[in-house]
């Protein structure tokens, strides 16, 4: 019995594990089964992404397709349009040729048939060319006929007169102080003794010109920068003349057309109402002996012209000549040079003067009053402080530059007006000062050297 029992109780235990081993192979099956479908699911998903952008892009490159086909289409049909208009225009260019040709040819053969024709013609060409001509040049002839009629001559550099007599307005007034005898050169320094001779000189010139008396010719000469050009250029002012300036050296470079170019000046300047100061620069260059062996044949004609010009005493025109160099002159130059004044350099004195009226001039006064643009350039511009440059440190600075010509003293202030730009402050002192004067003197010396030896 009890065999029995345990066997029975054997084939449950079995049976019971039977069962789980079943239902564990289910379970297993059954994970098995999901995971499939989940890969299966996964897979489908990939495809249909897949499938999708495949479609996507077969769409694109269709419709990439239809526009590239649109526009070759497109391209196409205006090619042939341009080529089409090209051959239209160039047939009607053809037939217009061919048409004018054929004109040409038929006026030709017309022409050469007909010989009243052809007389016709050349002498209608001939009197076309003829007109063309005659109105160019005499164009030519007449404006520099009017030019020279009321023009202004070309050697002439600087004037009071006005290049066309219509326009007239003085550039160079002359103060009511010439003619009673007030005449002061306040910006010209020169040695007392000279400047009373200068002064005296303007007065008789403009009397001289009020009483209808003939000119008295001068020449000025003496080192380069001493103030012959300024006291030419404020005697016409002061003597209430015309002015007009001209240097010697434009004179050779003319060649056969300076005879005419002296004449032109000479009956231009007799135009002048007031009469005319007509200052020739470096006189040498042009009026030198006739002998000389380098002047040509040109320069000695321009000689001649100017003293068949200058034979007799005018009452038109003073002639006032400058030259470094007065020996170099024709002597029949000199001979009709009724005045003649040395400008030497300055001496201690007149340095020193001339050292405070630059130094008024471009540090003290350097306010341009006369203009807006002056006066709005003023209120922007640091002004410039002059601070103990007494008369003493001037008279000592004029002692060391022994030796300085006018024009010289004048660039040795621009140079110290230039200094004092440079420092911050814009101040004046004696230190900068007797810097520059230092610095000024070495570079004279230095000039005077190299001068020297390039002499020898
Ligand atoms: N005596 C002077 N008084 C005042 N300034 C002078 C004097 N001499 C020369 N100067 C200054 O030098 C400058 C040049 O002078 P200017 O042209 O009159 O000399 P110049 O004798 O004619 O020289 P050049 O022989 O080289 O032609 C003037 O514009 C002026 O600033």
Not at 257 to 265: F, L, P, R
Not at 295 to 307: F, P, V, Y
Not at 309 to 336: E, F
């Amino acid at each position: 019995m009890q065999t029995e029992h345990e066997a029975q109780r054997r084939q449950d235990a079995e049976l019971v594990k039977m069962q789980q081993a079943s239902a564990l192979r289910k379970e297993e099956a059954r994970r098995a089964t999901e995971q499939k479908i989940l890969e299966q699911m996964l897979q489908e998903k990939k495809e249909k992404a897949e499938i999708e952008r495949e479609t996507a892009k077969a769409k694109a490159l269709a419709e990439g397709e239809g526009r590239a086909r649109e526009a070759k289409l497109l391209e196409d049909y205006n090619k042939r349009m341009i080529l089409e208009r090209m051959s239209g225009e160039r047939e009607k260019w053809i037939a217009a040729i061919n048409t004018t040709f054929s004109h040409i040819q038929g006026g030709f053969t017309m022409l050469l048939t007909d010989r009243s024709k052809l007389l016709m013609g050349i002498g209608g060409v001939t009197a076309l060319a003829a007109g063309v001509y005659t109105t160019r040049e005499g164009a030519k002839v007449t404006w520099g006929y009017i030019n020279r009629i009321l023009g202004q001559p070309s050697l002439i550099r600087e004037s009071s007169m006005p290049k066309f007599p219509l326009l007239r307005f003085n550039a160079l007034k002359p103060t009511s102080a010439s003619l009673s005898g007030g005449a002061g050169f306040e910006n010209v320094i020169l040695h007392p003794s000279l400047k009373r001779r200068i002064e005296h000189l303007a007065r008789a010139t403009a009397n001289t010109k009020a009483h209808d008396a003939p000119f008295r010719n001068m020449m000025f000469y003496g080192p380069p920068g001493t103030g012959k050009t300024l006291v030419a250029r404020e005697m016409a002012r002061k003597s209430g003349l015309d002015y007009a300036m001209m240097t010697g050296g434009d004179v050779a470079p003319l060649g056969s057309e300076a005879v005419t170019k002296i004449h032109q000046i000479f009956d231009w300047a007799k135009k002048s109402r007031k009469g005319m100061l007509l200052f020739i620069d470096e006189a040498d260059a042009f009026l030198c002996e006739r002998n000389s062996t380098h002047m040509s044949e040109a320069q000695r004609s321009a000689l001649n012209a100017l003293l068949f010009r200058t034979g007799d005493q005018s009452r038109d025109i003073v002639l006032v000549l400058a030259t470094n160099r007065p020996s170099d002159l024709d002597a029949a130059i000199t001979d009709r040079i009724d005045e003649v004044i040395e400008f030497p350099l300055p001496g201690d004195e007149e340095r020193f003067q001339l050292l405070r009226l630059y130094l008024n001039q471009y540090m003290l006064k350097e306010d341009d009053k006369g203009s807006l643009w002056g006066t709005l350039l003023n209120k922007q511009r640091q002004k410039i402080q002059v601070k103990d440059i007494t008369d003493d440190l001037l008279r000592e600075a004029a002692r060391k530059i022994n030796g300085f010509s006018g024009r010289e003293i004048a660039k040795l202030m621009a140079s110290v007006q230039a200094a004092v730009y440079g420092r911050p402050d814009c101040v004046l002192d004696p230190q900068l000062f007797m810097e520059v004067v230092e610095y000024k003197v070495a570079e004279h010396q230095q000039r005077i050297k190299l001068a020297s030896e390039a002499a020898t």
